[in-house]
Each structure stands twice: as structure tokens, then as C-alpha cells.
């Protein structure tokens, strides 16, 4: 009977000032958000805020190369470059390079000694 009317006083005598009361209910909402996952769920959602704003800004600069790329389109010498890169073509008096990944030994193949 004594511990009840000793937890009985602490908690009518903490009830008395309001920034204990504060304290107790912190106390309340932050084991409440740690059981119930709430906390985690809120870290999770601003790494995920993170990697979105990041993705924003990369489609935004995607999106401002493309809008760039529909205004010099009129240009004929854009097109040309564009088709030319695109497609892998080369103009009359490029110089093309061939590389084989290949390795081909060179063995005494039809020279007689």
C-alpha cells in the first residue's frame, strides 16, 4: 500500500507543473513512434525524399539538353552532326579507325622458307 501511495504522490505532485507534464508526454510520443515503427518510417521517407530531389534535378537538366537540342534543330549542320553521331556514319574523307578486339597469332601462314 505504501508504493501505491508513494507512485500516487510522484504522480500527482508531477502533474502540478506543466513542464513535467510536457516531459512525460515527449517521453510517451517518442516510445510510441519507437514501437510502433513510426520513427523509422519517417527516416526511411527523407532518405527517399533525397533520392527523389536528386532525380528531379537530373530530369530537369535532361529536360533543358533536350529543349536545347529542339531549338538548333533548324540548323542543318546540327542535323547533320546529330544523324552522323546517332547512327554512326562518316562523311566523304573521314579517316575511320578499326579496332578488333581479336587476338590473332601470326604464324609463318603460307610463306615458305
Known amino acids: 500500500m505504501k508504493l501505491f501511495n508513494?507512485?500516487?504522490?510522484?504522480?500527482?505532485?508531477?502533474?502540478?507543473?506543466?513542464?513535467?507534464?510536457?516531459?512525460?508526454?515527449?517521453?510517451?510520443?517518442?516510445?510510441?513512434m519507437l514501437f510502433k515503427g513510426?520513427?523509422?518510417?519517417?527516416?526511411?521517407?527523407?532518405?527517399?525524399l533525397k533520392k527523389v530531389?536528386?532525380?528531379?534535378?537530373?530530369?530537369?537538366?535532361?529536360?533543358?539538353?533536350?529543349?536545347?537540342?529542339i531549338l538548333r534543330s533548324s540548323d542543318p549542320e546540327f542535323l547533320e552532326l546529330e544523324v552522323l553521331n546517332r547512327f554512326d556514319l562518316a562523311q566523304e574523307g573521314d579517316l575511320i579507325f578499326v579496332f578488333s578486339d581479336d587476338k590473332i597469332p601470326?604464324?609463318?601462314?603460307?610463306?615458305?622458307?
Not at 508513494?6 to 510520443?29: D, E, G, M, N, Q
Not at 513510426?38 to 527517399?48: D, K, V, W
Not at 530531389?53 to 537540342?69: G, P, T, Y
Not at 601470326?106 to 622458307?113: A, D, L, R, S, Y
Open 6 to 32: 508513494t507512485l500516487k504522490y510522484i504522480f500527482v505532485s508531477s502533474l502540478a507543473s506543466p513542464s513535467r507534464i510536457f516531459v512525460i508526454c515527449l517521453v510517451v510520443v517518442v516510445i510510441n
Open 53 to 69: 530531389k536528386v532525380k528531379r534535378q537530373e530530369v530537369a537538366k535532361q529536360i533543358e539538353e533536350l529543349d536545347m537540342k
Open 38 to 48: 513510426g520513427l523509422f518510417e519517417l527516416l526511411s521517407l527523407h532518405q527517399n
Open 106 to 113: 601470326i604464324k609463318n601462314q603460307g610463306v615458305k622458307k
